[in-house]
């Protein structure tokens, strides 16, 4: 063989190889338990959004809300029981140990992605759809292993969540709260038992896949666009709070394929919150675009715009002296192409 189609058919190899071995880039299984009579609980959410997903927009959150909760799921009293939650707010991590409170979270989320960046587990959402008339939401979730698990009882969980409830919520002076509070996350549906749905039994050898289909009903009262599904993977375990997550991933309920999170063009973080008379706006674009920025308030109404141009590709800082506004609760909203992000802000001037 000449040297030259030996370096094609290395160099051939050479990109099989990487692609066989794509990277599956770990997300973080947070499930938060909240409520709407809880006055901490708001802070808890602005932690989660604006410290955990800013680092890593891969994590998940479901927002089990409690039985005294406006948002109570038919599953909150069992889940909070074998979770051992001691109190709201707080949240189980990956199922590895009891509930946490708000500043051990951001440690322990960190350490996850610091210690295994990936995942030994792939779950991939497939031939969705979805009908109006109906309500029948139907696709197939795919899991493989890309790298050798031990001997365990594997298993799939399949959940609903809703986005973009505004109600009611308790709050203390430092925490956003009041009748017009946007809840997320919220826990509406499981498509399986709470020990999930057997998949695989002992060791999980890599290449290996399991394939489920799926037909749920989506309840009347709900919004289907703001509906998520969400799907992990876990080892069982009797004790649910030690069941070992191994990947997560959040696929939208409607529309086409393709994990918000992960795709998303832009991430967004604002601090300090609350703020008082200076506020900094990260941006992450993935490409140069143009973006609209501007301060609403609780009502959806603009106060003030903030920047209407291109920005680069990469980080972009600017900080913003609030005006003289009414305190309470506002939201920076940042807008390019059909991409919006709304990053919630309590104002105590």
Known sequence: MKKS???????LMIQF?????TPNN?????????????????????????????QHPGSVIIAIH??????????????????????????VINRQGVDLEPLPVVDTVNAIYNRSPLAPVRLIVGNKEYSETSRQLTFDVTAEAVAPLPDADYRLHVLVVENKLVGYQQHFPECPGGDNYEHNNVLRLMAYPISGKHIHQGVW???????????????????PQNCDIIVFAAEHNPLLYLAKVHQVIRE??????GTPEA????IVSVHPN???????????????????IGLFNSTGQQVVSLADRYFPAGVSNFQFTLPQLTKGMYFIRVASGSETVDRKITIIQ
Not at 5 to 11: K, N, W
Not at 213 to 223: F, I, P
Not at 263 to 266: F, K
Not at 274 to 292: C, E, G, M, W, Y
Request: include cysteine; hydrophobic fraction near 40%; glycine fraction near 2%.
């Open 5 to 11: 189609q030996l370096f094609l058919a290395i160099l």
């Open 17 to 21: 190889v990487a692609f066989a071995q």
């Open 26 to 54: 770990r997300n973080v299984l947070i499930e938060d338990l909240t409520s709407t009579i809880c006055g901490h609980c708001p802070c808890f959410d602005t932690l989660l959004e604006d410290v955990v997903l800013t």
């Open 66 to 91: 409690s039985s005294m909760s406006a948002y109570a799921s038919p599953y909150s009293d069992s889940l909070s029981e074998q979770l051992l939650y001691h109190s709201s707010p707080s949240a």
């Open 205 to 223: 050898e890599t290449g290996t896949t399991v394939t489920q289909s799926l037909n749920l009903t989506l309840d009347a009262a709900w919004v």
């Open 252 to 257: 939208k309920a409607t529309g086409p394929i």
């Open 263 to 266: 795709n998303s063009p832009m």
């Open 274 to 292: 609350p703020a008082k008379d200076i506020v900094n706006i990260h941006l992450n674009f993935t490409n140069r675009q143009k973006a609209s």
